[in-house]
Structures are given as C-alpha cells and as structure tokens.
C-alpha cells in the first residue's frame, strides 16, 4: 500500500489538474510574457557593454513569476479553502501528517513553475535567439534556491490564513511587492543605487541578480546566497512549525 504521503500527493496532483486559472498563470503565463516582450526590438538589442539583451534578463525573471503565482497566490487558496471547509479537520483524524500535505503542494506547485520558467526560455532560445545561461549549472542551482524560498513564503501564508478570501487578499498584496523586487518592471541590475541597495536584501532581489550572474557566466556572490538561503530557512521553519489543521 502507498504510504500517507503518497496518497496525499497524488490526490493534490488531480486537484491540481482542474484548476485552470492557476495552469494558465503559472504554466503559460510566462512563455507567453517572454513572447510579448521579444516583440520589442529595443528588448532584443545586445548591450555592447554586457554582451547580453534586456529580453534575456527578463527569462531568469520569469521562474520567479511562475513561481510567485503558485506558492503564493496559488498555494495558500488551496489550503485555505480546505481550512475553511474543515477538510483539513477530517485530514486530521487520518495517519496524514500536517507536513505531508504541505509537501504535495511544495511539489506540485514548484513542478509546475519550473515548467513554465522552462518552457519561457524555450521560447526565449527558439524564437528570438536567446542563448541559454552561459553558467549552466549555476542557473539550476539558483533556480532551485529561489524556488525554495518563494515556496516557503507561500507555505507560512498556508499555515496562517483561514479563509479562502483573506488567502486571495494576502496573496494578491504580497505578489505585486515581490514582482517588482523581482525585477519584472524595471531589472534589478538597472535599479537607481538606492532602491537596488534595498531591494538586494529580499529574497526575490538577490535571487534576481543572482540568476543575473549566471546568464553572463558568472557567479552569485556569497552575499547573495545567504540572503536567500536566510529566507527559504526562516519562512520554511515558520511554515511547519505554525501549520494548523483548523
């Protein structure tokens, strides 16, 4: 027989599966973002100076997006619905373990936005000849450092919301603050010294440039992965240790 984990999984992946809003926003959302913006010329134009176009530092950004979309506009909805209509109640009196639900959706939603970051640089690679990240591995490592983080804000927005409503509300305030920090307006390496000196110590700003360095081939500096490796720990511990069933 499956274990409890298990069960739970597969049962949040068919859930999952029907809720078309949240497919469109974190699957085609951002290919279709990167689509858009190679039309402009001026965002295909190499910088003389970094040897890189604008529209390739928007392809780093769009994980982030995707991101963004389902741990915490996506992810806290889910569980709040089940908060407010005592599913997690019943789930309560079953071997399932408040982590393991927590975990299904970490992985589904992380899945899924790393998908659509995925299929943003394909169309980036095919379309408009956006080479891939000169620092391969580096890129991944990254990607997967920032996922986590973005996944465990979400996850301590589940554990505290109780409702469906307030989850809309928080994740709808939260995500416009964090689209910008991201750089999805104005890129981060491009801020006025000010703002980006701020905007540096959030998860999401140092996460930006330092999938900024790997598409160049470079590095993230040490500075860089400690601020989002603090807030993937942090938010990640709050997540688990505030969870509740009701």
Same mark, same amino acid.
């Given at each position: ?28 959302? *951002? ?51 089940? =908060? ?5 109640? =019943? ?6 373990? *408040?982590?393991?639900?927590? =975990? ?18 394909? &169309? ?19 990607? #997967? ?16 919301? *109780? ?6 509300? &928080? ?26 000196? &701020? ?25 860089? &992965? ?13 997540? #688990?240790?505030?969870? =509740?069933?009701?």
């Amino acid at each position: 027989m499956p274990g409890t984990a298990t069960v739970v999984l597969r049962t949040e992946l068919k859930l999952f599966a029907r809720e078309s809003a949240s497919i469109f926003w974190i699957i085609v959302f *951002p290919p279709l973002l990167i689509g858009i913006l190679g039309l402009v010329p001026d965002f295909r134009k190499i910088d003389p100076d970094t040897g890189i176009s604008t529209l390739s530092l928007y392809v780093p950004v769009t994980f982030i997006v995707a991101a963004l979309f389902a741990a915490v506009t996506s992810m806290p909805a889910v569980v709040a619905t089940y =908060r407010e209509q005592r599913i997690l109640r =019943r789930m309560s009196t079953t071997p399932a373990r *408040p982590g393991d639900l927590l =975990r299904a959706e970490y992985v589904i939603h992380g899945g899924a936005a790393l998908l659509g970051g995925a299929l943003a640089l394909m &169309v980036a690679a095919v379309f408009y000849g956006v080479g891939l990240p000169a620092n391969e591995f580096g890129f991944v490592l990254v990607v #997967a450092l920032v996922m986590a983080a973005v996944l465990a804000i979400g996850g301590l927005v589940s554990s505290l919301v *109780p409702t469906a409503k307030l989850a809309s509300a &928080v994740g709808t305030m939260a995500t416009f603050p964090l689209l910008f920090t991201a750089g999805l307006w104005v890129p981060v390496s491009v801020m006025p010294d000010l703002l980006a000196a &701020v905007v540096e110590w959030t998860p999401l700003g140092a996460g930006a440039l330092a999938l900024d360095a790997t598409v160049a081939g470079g590095w993230p500096s040490v500075g860089q &992965v400690l601020v989002v490796s603090a807030w993937a720990v942090a938010t990640g511990t709050l997540a #688990a240790r505030y969870f =509740r069933w009701e």
